[in-house]
């Protein structure tokens, strides 16, 4: 062999908040637990391993024992354990405060556990702006790890990524390791000797290489028919097998195994960037599809590659532009925080009350999960149990916050601002039992509906919307490929429907699922036409509202009104909302429909919607006022 390797092996396991315990544990049996199984018999074979927070807590009160084990392992250095923030958030989407606490706040958690000092940070999704590296040096930490596609997209070509490079923010300096994309992709899916091989062309052109894999540990087991291939076929011994048959010239190392030994490259600014996939799925589903058909084009032709590594998809925060309810997550999110913050540093705080805000901070940081909050192969926001659990630790966090405000006493309390980022004013009305978000300047919608003894959000809804899979959905059930979809938003090629017909199912929203959404139908329109939106009239579902305020002891009241159009008529709709503190569980909505002409028929209907309300569930129902249980 003319020369040698240093490999860099870095596996990410996570859970997100929220998720299912039976989940939690089939990963667990199907994937961390053999994983570690079988690297336990490899002691030479050293690697970086990153548990989320939510699962490590997870793993720490039903499986100490593989705590242990890691522990163990760490002991005797064949594992690096990598931190990050705590509970696995985009950092773009987080106050910087939040940021350098979830971090800290992490590497203090696993530096006891583990009886370790943390050096690097595995990125989420590895979403990257420059700032965080000012933010995470501050934090503690030396490193960090992003695509190879990152450093393209800043005009380094491949030749020049066999090592890693520093970064600064403030005259703060990161060391930065480029993750290799082929590596993502023959690990474990590609045949072992494809990885030697491609390693061995590495060792013969570079001059002291260094190589970097890291990738979610889901893909060694929890994904699809991956169990059967890696552990019961043997994929993972066979590739292990070979990184110890050839380590005369290929070195298995660690992160830190590469900062203590080998210099850095050079410095880089890298541009704000994901991984390839990502910034194709937060793009909107027609330019989704025409930028996979342009970067796919012509793969083997040398030029046109050259020419399209220039080209680069979307910013992974139009996400919350792209889906309104990541926004009503995110915007309600910086609200808990800002107000979090804000008392945190009174100074005059008892012991007891610094307490409950400390406790309010861990809700806060569990509700920035990342999850929720984007949609790409998989579920992230269209899952309501993870949507829920966002929400589910907002609640708990500003509750905590009222009983340092407010005490143990009955109150009630208006708030008006931007609430939802929309450059408007919203109406923020609360109490000791509930809180409820008012947009008057859309439609005057009930948004938000949070109770707060039950933890849940009612209008965590999700408005149905085109995405780029639909098309394949439908050309499947009819047998047409759709050219250049083939790697829109998914993780396989093969296509299995849940159910029969799916492609008749799809139908998509023209107003947004809320409550107090005002609707003026066409008389005789039958109940199909309304379901598909075409039976609506007028221009007050999603018009502009008038709002305003009246405020006494015990009692708030939100007056909202706007005067429009429906078939040419003119007439207003005037809507008041009270909440109270003596009658803390109820909100009184009041309608007034006038000026329209008596004698002309016209079907007024307020539509409500409500979330958190599976199909199957039997604990939680509509009732009506005689608590006649109505489905």
């Given at each position: 062999m003319a020369g040698s390797v240093r490999l860099v092996l870095a596996f990410h396991n996570h859970q997100p908040v929220g998720n299912f315990d039976g989940v939690f544990e089939q990963a667990y049996r199907d994937s961390y637990l053999p994983f570690l199984d079988v690297l336990q018999d490899y002691p030479e074979i050293s690697f970086g391993l990153h548990t989320s927070g939510s699962l490590l807590e997870w793993l720490e009160v039903r499986h100490p024992e593989y705590i242990d084990r890691v522990r163990q392992m760490v002991a005797s250095s064949q594992i690096e354990i990598m931190g990050g923030a705590f509970y696995e958030p985009i950092l773009s989407n987080i106050p910087r405060r939040d940021r350098i606490g979830q971090i800290q706040r992490y590497s203090e958690h696993l530096n006891d556990l583990f009886q370790t000092t943390v050096r690097g940070l595995w990125l989420p999704e590895r979403v990257w702006e420059q700032s965080f590296a000012g933010d995470i040096t501050a934090a503690g930490l030396q490193y960090t790890m992003v695509d190879d596609y990152h450093f393209r997209c800043a005009g380094i070509p491949q030749n020049e990524l066999m090592g890693y490079y520093s970064t600064e923010d403030e005259g703060r300096v990161l060391f930065m390791f480029p993750d290799s994309e082929r590596l993502r992709y023959l690990i474990p899916f590609g045949k072992p000797e494809e990885c030697i091989v491609y390693?061995?062309?590495?060792?013969?052109?570079?001059?002291?290489?260094?190589?970097?894999?890291?990738?979610?540990?889901?893909?060694?087991?929890?994904?699809?028919?991956?169990?059967?291939?890696?552990?019961?076929?043997?994929?993972?011994?066979?590739?292990?097998?070979?990184?110890?048959?050839?380590?005369?010239?290929?070195?298995?190392?660690?992160?830190?195994?590469?900062?203590?030994?080998?210099?850095p490259i050079g410095r880089t600014y890298l541009p704000d960037a994901s991984?390839?996939?990502?910034?194709?799925?937060?793009?909107?589903?027609?330019?989704?599809?025409?930028?996979?058909?342009?970067?796919?084009?012509?793969?083997?032709?040398?030029?046109?590659?050259?020419?399209?590594?220039?080209?680069?998809?979307?910013?992974?925060?139009?996400f919350r532009t792209r889906y309104p309810e990541s926004n009503e997550m995110y915007a309600r999110m910086i609200d808990v925080s800002n107000r979090l913050a804000s008392m945190r540093s009174d100074t005059g705080l008892s012991d007891d009350e610094r307490e409950l805000l400390e406790d309010a901070v861990t809700h806060l940081y569990r509700g920035q999960c990342n999850c929720s909050y984007w949609h790409g192969a998989f579920g992230g926001l269209y899952l309501p149990h993870l949507r829920n659990a966002v929400y589910r630790e907002l609640i708990r966090a500003e509750v905590l916050m009222d009983r340092v405000t407010h005490g143990d006493i009955p109150w009630v309390d208006v708030a008006v601002d931007d609430f939802n980022l929309d450059a408007r004013q919203e109406v923020k009305l609360s109490n000791h039992r509930m809180v409820a978000m008012l947009s008057p300047a859309t439609g005057g919608h009930l948004y938000e509906l949070d109770l707060k003894a039950s933890e849940v959000n009612v209008l965590a809804t999700l408005n149905r919307r085109p995405e780029p899979?639909?098309?394949?959905?439908?050309?499947?059930?009819?047998?047409?490929?759709?050219?250049?979809?083939?790697?829109?938003?998914?993780?396989?090629?093969?296509?299995?429907?849940?159910?029969?017909?799916?492609?008749?199912?799809?139908?998509?929203?023209?107003?947004?699922?809320?409550?107090?959404?005002?609707?003026?139908?066409?008389?005789?329109?039958?109940?199909?036409?309304?379901?598909?939106?075409?039976?609506?009239?007028?221009?007050?579902?999603?018009?502009?509202?008038e709002g305003s305020v009246r405020q006494g002891e015990h009692k708030i009241a939100v007056e909202m009104r706007r005067t429009g159009s429906v078939s040419g008529l003119t007439g207003e709709v005037m809507k008041i909302v009270v909440l109270s503190s003596d009658r803390p569980n109820e909100m009184l909505v009041q309608y007034q429909v006038i000026g329209f002409p008596k004698n002309v028929p016209l079907h007024f209907g307020v539509e409500l919607n409500f979330a958190a309300m599976p199909g199957n569930a039997g604990d939680r129902y509509f009732y009506d006022a005689a608590g006649q249980r109505l489905g």
């Open positions: 390693l061995q062309e590495i060792a013969q052109t570079f001059d002291n290489p260094v190589v970097v894999f890291g990738d979610d540990g889901e893909k060694f087991g929890s994904w699809p028919e991956t169990h059967q291939h890696v552990y019961e076929d043997g994929w993972l011994r066979r590739f292990l097998d070979l990184l110890r048959d050839n380590s005369s010239w290929l070195n298995v190392t660690t992160p830190s195994g590469i900062l203590d030994h080998v210099a991984y390839r996939e990502m910034t194709e799925w937060v793009l909107p589903p027609t330019a989704q599809k025409e930028f996979v058909s342009l970067t796919r084009r012509h793969p083997e032709n040398e030029e046109w590659q050259r020419l399209v590594r220039f080209t680069r998809g979307g910013y992974w925060r139009n899979y639909h098309q394949r959905i439908i050309d499947f059930a009819s047998n047409v490929v759709s050219e250049g979809d083939a790697d829109l938003a998914a993780v396989s090629k093969e296509i299995k429907f849940r159910q029969p017909g799916l492609e008749k199912k799809i139908s998509y929203d023209k107003w947004p699922r809320k409550s107090l959404v005002d609707l003026f139908l066409q008389p005789g329109a039958a109940s199909a036409e309304f379901r598909r939106g075409s039976a609506v009239i007028g221009d007050f579902a999603t018009g502009v509202y």
